[in-house]
């Protein structure tokens, strides 16, 4: 998977360690700097989950085929930039402070939710993609690629957010802004879905109440995901978390 990036970095890290032990017979001290330069590109080393390595392969995948519009792929683009943006300008860190999470993630309430998530906003959604490219199926497919490629990069996104750089109002800011945005890809996708004929020849009877069932499960789940939890729970714990991290560092100062 690594393309052999891993076991050169091995190779090349390991004249560092005798000249590390040989300097610190000399100067005990020089042992600190050595350690401590090298502990950052460890952590660079892992920057990419391998679920962030999937969602990667996913979005390469579907810009690929044709089928994302230019405002989808200016979206993703936009996101990115005013993510950064937001960071130096907004929302920098605490100072000396490593921020924790706001929820626990090995909640088992947590994990079976984004496990649901998962389930419907990618694993059936990318199933009934492959299975309409066999049924000819081109307007569901058009209909249901966007939603797939913008949760695919929103899945990205928040690995690059939920990184020890970012505060958390921007690991906040990549799930709103994105959820937001795919509300209007499930509508376009609702849409497509029940104005099919039934007996249109591009939809079998088979495969069109399975698509607007999908697409009205989507729709209920990121719906509830906005407005039930993201705006009303995990955006107003997030901002009091980083701002009393802010106010007690500054009592501290």
């Known amino acids: 998977m690594s393309g052999g990036v891993g076991a050169t970095s091995k190779d090349i890290s390991l004249p560092k360690e005798h000249e590390v032990a040989f300097k610190q017979q000399d100067d005990p001290t020089s042992f600190q700097s050595t350690k401590s330069t090298a502990t950052p590109s460890k952590a660079s080393s892992n920057f990419l989950s391998f679920r ?6 996913v979005v390469t995948v579907f810009a690929a085929s044709g089928m994302i519009s230019a ?4 979206f993703v683009i936009f996101s990115l930039i005013y993510m950064f943006f937001l960071f130096k300008i907004a929302f920098p860190p605490p100072p000396q402070s490593k ?3 706001v929820f626990d993630p090995n909640t088992t309430i947590l ?3 984004v ?10 959604p990318i199933a009934y993609i492959l299975e309409g490219i066999f049924e000819g199926d081109k307007e569901g497919i058009k209909a249901a690629a966007p939603h ?3 949760l695919a990069s929103q899945v990205f996104m928040e690995g690059v957010a939920f990184s020890d750089k970012f505060s958390t109002p921007i690991r906040v800011f990549v799930p709103v802004f994105y959820n937001s945005r795919r509300i209007f890809t ?3 996708w609702l849409k497509t879905e029940f104005s099919k004929a039934e007996g249109d020849n591009s939809a079998s009877a088979r495969r069109l109440y399975p698509g607007r ?3 009205l499960a989507n729709m209920a789940f990121w719906c509830f995901n906005l407005f039930g939890f993201l705006l009303p729970v995990y955006l107003p714990k997030a901002f009091k978390k980083y701002y009393s991290a802010i106010g007690n560092k500054g009592k501290e100062m």
């Open 52 to 57: 962030q390595l999937n969602a990667l392969a």
């Open 71 to 74: 405002e989808d792929f200016a």
């Open 99 to 101: 921020e924790s999470s």
């Open 111 to 113: 994990r079976v939710y």
């Open 115 to 124: 496990l649901v998530g998962a389930i419907i906003g990618l694993l059936l």
């Open 148 to 150: 797939v490629f913008l």
């Open 186 to 188: 499930i509508v376009d």
């Open 213 to 215: 069932a999908l697409a």
